[in-house]
């Protein structure tokens, strides 16, 4: 099976830092994506990235950057945290576009304060 | 209209009882249709994906797909208090980039 990790379950920041979350698959998987998820508003789509070094925005990018620098490995970055962006962050891969379902990872809960 | 709407329930079944999950998407050019089930505080995981019209089954789950409705449902039969969760219903539009899901329907088998 193909595992999606997540570096941490849990993370409190502070207005204003930078925040870098992490994600590792594991089965060579082409496409990663990283979510938001919020009561009342579902997944939304932050970033994905479909090749190394490659990346696209999705419908919420502000206030969030990403890298791919290696194919395994897809990072979130907050570049100043802030209270809205307190969220559950849900990291996924795909092995292609259209017919394959995503692997998620077990998701980070940030509380910014 | 929203891509993607599911109705956000709570759904409730007694156990045993058949769980109906319904969905309905606004893009006529949507090619694949995914069911993922999320249990409280995790994250969602795949449960059946469909392509074709028609019914697709695995197990106590079936996938229904009506493109000319533009609708998709999850049956889950024999419901067991352990499918208690929510379940998101997602489509993807051939190479198109991402897929689209629903707000998702919660569901509570009760014993």
């Known amino acids: 099976d193909v595992k999606v990790t997540q570096s941490s379950r849990y993370l409190v920041k502070r207005t204003g830092e930078k925040v870098f979350l992490e994600c590792v698959q594991d089965?060579?998987?082409?496409?990663m994506f990283w979510y938001r998820q919020d009561p009342g508003l579902g997944l939304r789509l932050i970033y994905f990235s479909y090749d190394v070094k490659m990346k696209e925005k999705g419908d919420i990018p502000e206030g969030y950057s990403v890298s791919r620098e290696k194919k395994e490995r897809f990072s979130l970055i907050l570049e100043s945290a802030s209270t809205n962006q307190t969220s559950m962050y849900l990291c996924?891969?795909?092995?292609?576009?259209?017919?394959?379902?995503?692997?998620f990872g077990s998701g980070t809960r940030l509380t910014v304060v | 209209q929203k891509e993607v709407e599911q109705n956000s329930g709570p759904l409730s079944v007694p156990e045993g009882a058949i769980a109906s999950l319904n969905c309905t998407y606004s893009?006529?050019?949507?090619?694949?249709f995914f069911w993922y089930r999320q249990y409280s505080g995790k994250s969602p995981e795949l449960i059946m994906f469909i392509y074709s019209n028609g019914d697709k089954e695995d197990g106590r789950f079936t996938a229904q797909l009506n493109k000319a409705s533009q609708y998709v449902s999850l049956l889950i039969r024999d419901s067991q208090p352990s499918d208690s969760a929510t379940y998101l219903c997602?489509?993807?539009?051939?190479?198109?980039?991402?897929?689209?899901f629903g707000a998702g329907t919660r569901l509570t088998v009760k014993p």
């Open positions: 089965m060579d998987h082409e496409n």
């Open positions: 997602a489509v993807n539009i051939y190479n198109n980039n991402d897929m689209r």
């Open positions: 996924a891969s795909s092995l292609g576009w259209g017919g394959y379902g995503y692997t």
């Open positions: 893009d006529r050019g949507s090619q694949s």
